[in-house]
Each structure stands twice: as structure tokens, then as C-alpha cells.
């Protein structure tokens, strides 16, 4: 209870947007293109911070145990130092999430990164303390980075569980699709190139059609729900994409590939055909 008294304190912390609003705008304006896309982890098909956190923390905690044994010094200073060169993509990847986060998972983001730099600094300083022969100190420097990094972890926990940050969200809208073919408008509703948006019970599908082929996808966007619907359509390599007009993501009409991030997995698609003129699709 005392931790989610804290948490929800933090979500609130109006205070932090003094310095999110501008950071992150700043970072939207500074990371674009290939490199953005790189970092959120589209060519991964899974957010990359979380993959890529595992290197340094599993360094550093291995130099923890290590540092509680006698004659391991040469080993733990390894790790101090792989963990702590491996922290800097890591950090690339998570301010570049970060910059999409919504106000409330931001303001946690903030403190989370502040941890994460302290612990980054406790075990720097550590490394240089263990490389100049005074590993007492780059110990005690190492613990202090440990707690100041688990501290990190547990807020990146949050803004994870809490806020689904980084989580498919339309998987779950896709399995609430019941089995069978579902009618979803009349063929003759859709004209050429156009996309409009039909309903599988509550659930919005976004149906467009090139020539004779008719397309649907699951209408809210894997990354954060925004809705395809209101989306603009556009080429990207001779193929038709809908781009998201939340953060950008865009998804390949024909089979919901992504094509740029934030969204790092595939949009849902069901299968299609013309019954009787009607428009009707089902679970891919
Ligand atoms: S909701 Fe963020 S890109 Fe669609």
C-alpha cells in the first residue's frame, strides 16, 4: 500500500511537466525516421528497451554476487564495465519510448530514468574506483548503484503493468472476436480506394478496399488505441498504409505489417470476402 500510495503520487506530480513537456517534445523533434523506428525495435516485432536492459542488469547484479566472494575482483570489474557500456543503448531506446508516453506514464518515466542515471553514475564511478585499485570503494559504489537501478526497474515495472506502455493492445480487441464470418458493410458502400469503419459487435474494424480486394484490420491501433479510422492513407514502398494519427505508427493495409514504430508488432487482420454484396470477414 505504501508503494502504490507513492505511485499514485508520482502519476499525479503535475510538477514534472515543467521539465516532460519540454524534454519531450525536444526528443520528438531531435529522433525521427529509421533511427526512431530502430530504437522503439519495429525490426525487433517487441519494444527493444526492455530486450536490450536485460545486458546491464544481469552484469551488474552477476558483479554483485561476485563482489560478496573473495579474490573475484578482476571478474566483477568486467562486469561493471560491460554493464555500464551496455546501459548507453539502453538508454537511447528507453528516452525514445519514453517521448510517446501519455502524461500520467511519463511523469513516472521521468523519476524512472533519474534512478536509472544515478545508478549509471554509482557504477561508473565504481568501474574508475575498481580500475585505479580501490575496490572497496568501487563496491560500496556498486551497491549504491544496485538500489538506485532496482529502484528504476520497479517504477519501469509500473509504467509497463500499470499503463500496458509497449503492450499490443490490440491483441486483446482481436480475441474478443467470436469464431465465424461476421457482416461488415455492403461491398457497393466501399468505393475504390476507400476505407470506412464497420463494427464487429462493439468492436471497430477498419475495412478499405483497392479494385476487388477488401481488406479489414482490427480499427484500434496496436500501440495506444488511436483510431485507423481517422487515419490518412498513404504509399509507403507501392503499398497501401494507414497511418495511425496518434503517434504516427503505420500499418500495410493488405496484412497489417508495421512499417514504422511506435507500434513495434503487426496490426490484426481478419480474412475478407463478398457474400450476397456484403462485405463479411472472420478471425485470420
Ligand atoms: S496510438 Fe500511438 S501510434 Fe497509434
Known sequence: MIGRGLLERLEKANKLDRLGDPLQRKLQEGLRGRVRDALHGVWLGHPLHPAIVQ?????????????????????????????????????AAGWN?????????????????VANAVGVGLYGASLVARLTGNHRLGKQLAYGGLGAVSLGGYLGAHIVYRFAAGVNQAAPIEQQIPEGWHDLCEFRALGDNQKLVAHIGEIPVLVSRTGDTVTAMVERCGHETGPLGEGEVVQVDGSACVVCPWHGSTFRLADGAVVRGPATTDQPTLRTRINRGCVQAALA
Open 55 to 91: 545486458v546491464p542488469i544481469g552484469a551488474w547484479f552477476s558483479a554483485a554476487v561476485l563482489d560478496a566472494l573473495p579474490r573475484m575482483e578482476t571478474c566483477a570489474t568486467v562486469l561493471v564495465g560491460v554493464g555500464t557500456a551496455s546501459a548507453v543503448p539502453a538508454i
Open 97 to 113: 519510448d519514453w517521448s510517446d508516453l501519455a502524461t500520467a506514464p511519463r511523469r513516472v518515466g521521468l523519476v524512472h530514468a
